[in-house]
């Protein structure tokens, strides 16, 4: 259980000074604009 906290707050520690120090990019907002290519993919054109 010991083990389990500490690897996730290093994972958290981690995390942040990634995010501050280095342009991560928004992994939420690549997937919101795949599903959008997929969408428009599907649909057939309207006439």
Do not use: R, T
């Amino acid at each position: 259980m010991l083990q389990f906290i500490l690897g996730f707050a290093f994972g958290n520690v981690v995390g942040m000074y990634l995010a501050q120090n280095y342009e991560v990019p928004d992994i939420g907002k690549k997937v919101e604009n795949f599903k959008k290519d997929l969408e428009a993919k599907k649909k057939p054109p309207s006439e």
